[in-house]
Every structure is written in C-alpha cells, then in structure tokens.
C-alpha cells in the first residue's frame, strides 16, 4: 500500500482529500496529517478572500478544530469537500458575529462615557455596508446573524418564505464580503 501523505504541493482536489478523510477515519495518523495540511491549504485560500489578514490564521486554526471535532459525522458516500466548506462557512459566519457584536458592544460603552471613538466608526462602517443592501437582505441578516433569531421566526417577522430569508442572507453576505473586500 502506497504511503498516504502526500507531496508538499498537493492540491486538495476532491478524491484525493476523501481518500485521506477515509484512512483517516480507519485511524491512518499519516493520512489525518496530509489530510489537516491540504484543508489547512484550502482554508487559507477560502478565508483570504474573506476575512481580514489579522484573522486568517486565527479562523484556519477554528476551523481545523471543528474538522477535527465534526471528523467522525463526514459519511464516506458523500463528497468531502462541500461538507468542509460548510464548516467553514458556519466558522466564517460566526466570526461576523463576534466582530458585529463586538463593535456593538464598543459602541454601547462608547455611549456610557468611554472614550473609544474607532468603535463608533466601526459600527458607523458596518451600518453604512448594510444601508447599501436592499431591505430584505438588511432585514434577513440583522434578525438571523444579528439577534440570533430562527430562519423559521425571521421568516414569520418578515413575511417572507423560509428559503426567500435562506437567499436573503446568502445573497447578502455575499455583497458585504463584495464590498468589505473592495475597501
């Protein structure tokens, strides 16, 4: 049998990183290696796109924890890949959740006497990106990934279909990523 870690410079195509998900799963400590070094790899790639340099790593490493957590649930007749984009993007989302909270939370200290004003301007930034998405984006984001409410409850709040919500927020964050990343 022919060794599982792969070259250096492998790319993280779709046979090769189920392959070493399988052997990893049967207890193969080479092939968990190869398999966290190709998803690290991919993962930087994914998130330098949409996160700032300063978090890259940071968000990389959560989600090889969450990977390393989730390993057992991936079922071997699916693909690997879609399965480890969506850690990551369960990963990415939560990180706008702590930074949007956190400059919320700044701004409400800003607000009871504190003297931080690159909070005020963070939230001014964040709130001034969402004005430029049409309503239903804005009011899909701000009730799900915001005030943590239900797809089901946003749905009901805002009228709208379960999967309208669901394409709403996909649709908005994809414009936010668009226009954080061109400033």
Request: net charge neutral; hydrophobic share 40%; with cysteine.
């Amino acid at each position: 049998m022919s060794s599982a870690r792969e070259p250096a410079g492998m790319r993280a195509d779709e046979p090769t990183l189920a392959r070493l998900m399988r052997l990893s799963q049967a207890g193969d400590k080479q092939a968990y290696a190869a398999l966290l070094d190709a998803c690290r790899r991919w993962l930087r790639g994914y998130y330098s796109r949409r996160v700032a340099p300063s978090s890259l790593d940071d968000l990389v490493q959560e989600t090889l924890i969450a990977l390393h957590t989730k390993r057992a649930s991936w079922d071997s007749s699916r693909p690997f890949l879609p399965w480890l984009a969506a850690i990551a993007r369960y990963r990415w989302v939560d990180h706008l959740r702590r930074l949007y909270r956190a400059d919320a939370q700044e701004l409400h200290e800003d607000l009871i006497g504190t003297d931080d004003e690159p909070a005020i301007a963070a939230r001014i930034s964040i709130e001034r990106l969402m004005g430029l998405l049409p309503p239903a984006q804005q009011d899909a984001i701000s009730l799900v990934k915001i005030e943590g409410l239900s797809i089901a409850e946003a749905s009901e709040k805002t009228e709208q279909s379960e999967s309208l919500v669901k394409v709403n927020i996909h649709r908005g964050l994809k414009k936010l990523t668009a226009m954080i990343e061109k400033e």
